[in-house]
Nanobody, 118 residues
């Protein structure tokens, strides 16, 4: 199983970016997909997550600005980031909890840099 993230970049404060992540490989289902981020010198933190049924969870710092969604048919998850702030600058990692025919495993994408300069 592989997760491939894309869509990062440099955007001015107040701007928007959309991240995408595609899961590929052989598995039964994807339980939860989400996004984490890690800024320099800080621990990796949850940004947003979404279940296969569409239930979402967001970090308080991004509520009202970021929206996560997924396309179950395409095994993809998205993160729409609006009103970006300098404190959103980090490497963003796609995450998925996958059911591999009875075995539950967690996978990470390679990370994509998001920069909103002060």
């Amino acid at each position: 199983v592989q997760l491939q993230a894309s869509g990062g970049g440099l955007v001015q404060p107040g701007g928007s970016l959309r991240l995408s992540c595609a899961a590929s490989g052989t598995f039964f289902s994807i339980n939860v997909m989400g996004w984490y981020r890690q800024a320099p010198g800080k621990q990796r933190e949850l940004v947003a997550a979404i279940t296969s049924g569409g239930r979402t969870n967001y970090a308080d710092s991004v509520k009202g600005r970021f929206t996560t969604s997924r396309d179950n048919a395409k095994n993809m998850v998205y993160l729409q980031m609006n009103s970006l702030k300098p404190e959103d600058t980090a490497v963003y990692y796609c995450n998925a909890v996958i059911n591999e025919f009875g075995y539950i495993k967690t996978y990470w994408g390679q990370g994509t840099q998001v920069t909103s300069p002060a």
